[in-house]
Structure formats: C-alpha cells, structure tokens
C-alpha cells in the first residue's frame, strides 16, 4: 500500500466509513485514516539499505563486465530491491512530515471515492439504508480483528512475566479470547500504571492494544 497503513486498524476503520457525501465527514475520516500511516521514521525503517556500499558497487560492477557470471549467482532481484530501496530512502530524506501527510489524504481520498461509489451501487435497491449498513458495519467488524498479538504487545508481556508480573499476559489473553469485540476498559493503562511508568520501561512504553506498532517494535527480532 502506498501509504503503509497498518492493515489491521485500516480494514477495521473503514467499517465506518459512511456514505454519506458530505465533505466534512470526508474530512474527518481522512484524520482517522491517515494516522493508520505509517510515519517518515517508520518508511525510513522499511526503506534503509541493507547491504553494504562496496558490496552492492561490486554486483554492479560483475553485471556490466561478466553478465552470464552475475546471472548464475541469482542475486538479480536482490540487487533491484537494494537499489529501490536506496532510491525511496533518498526521497524520504527530502520529505517532510507535512507532505507526507499530504500526499497520504491525497491517496486515500482518490480510493475512497472509488469505494464510496462501489457502496452506493449497493444501495440502489435498498430500501432501509439505515438497517443495510448496520449489517455492512456488523460484517466487517466479525471479519476485521480489533486485536491481534502484534510484536510489541507480546514483547511488553514477556518483560512484565519475566519481572515476576504475570497481569499483563492475562489482559492479552482475555484480549484474544474475543478479538472481535471491543474492549474499551483494556485499552488504556491504569491509574497506578501511569504513575508506575516513571520507572518501568515496559510501562512507559505501553499503548492501547489496537495501536499500530511504535518504532521502537520495528527492532523487534522474532525467534
């Protein structure tokens, strides 16, 4: 996706999506979305080169003096992903978060045109537009999880267990036992968490359960 959306937020948000025309409310959903993007530090993250520069000259180098050579070492791909990867991070470098943010609403609101009108076909022989979107919204939310066991959110509960805190493994599980539902009393800390957060870092870095990833999960490593 363009943007980076998180999908899981994406697909569950645009359940509210209306189809109402009104620019305002256009507006409104744009804000919503466009904070499921992924930020100029996230897209950095996914666009840093990974192979070293003398490296990636040398494979260079080989596929313009010894072609048959570069071909039967099957790095081809690896070399245009590298090379892609270079070229978007050079662009984030001169991109600002404005913009960003601007060229995102930009690429939503041209997609959900699109989809407001694909609703509309279905509405044509609807009756009670009120009852057919309380079952689109009831569809989409059994189908689109608010939670799942992101990285971060297991990361948080395996410190805690490991500190002797076991509460934080059991609000995760409760949370899984009906992801569909909403769970607005776990979403955000407790009182005594806050205060706590001052000095446990798993605390401090705690977020509602159906937050996209923070950056600093991007340096999870999964085993």
Not at 78 to 88: D, P, V, Y
Request: charged share 25%; aromatic share 8%; hydrophobic share 40%.
């Amino acid at each position: 996706m363009l943007a980076g959306a998180d999908f899981t937020n994406t697909f569950r948000l645009l359940s509210s999506f209306s189809v109402d025309s009104d620019p305002s409310a256009l507006e409104d959903f744009l804000d919503k979305i466009s904070k499921q993007c992924a930020s100029i530090e996230e897209l950095k993250v996914a666009y840093k080169p990974q192979m070293d520069p003398r490296q990636l000259s040398m494979m260079l180098m080989l596929a313009q003096s010894n072609p048959q050579l570069f071909a039967l070492i099957g790095t081809k791909s690896n070399i245009n992903k590298e090379l892609e990867r270079i070229e978007q991070f050079s662009k984030l470098q001169q991109l600002t978060a404005a913009e960003l943010l601007s060229r995102n609403k930009e690429h939503w609101k041209d997609w959900l045109l699109k989809y407001r009108v694909r609703l509309e076909k279905e509405l044509e022989h609807i009756s009670d537009a009120g009852a057919w979107n309380a079952e689109r919204v009831k569809v989409m939310s059994l189908n689109n999880p608010k939670y799942i066991l992101r990285n971060y959110i297991a990361q948080n509960a395996i410190e805690a267990a490991e500190n002797g805190d076991f509460s934080e493994v059991q609000k995760v599980l409760k949370l899984l036992e009906r992801p569909y539902e909403d769970a607005e009393c776990c979403e955000e800390p407790a009182e005594e968490e806050a205060v706590a957060a001052t000095c446990s870092s798993v605390t401090s870095s705690r977020l509602p359960y159906s937050s996209k990833p923070p950056l600093w999960a991007s340096e999870l490593c999964v085993t």
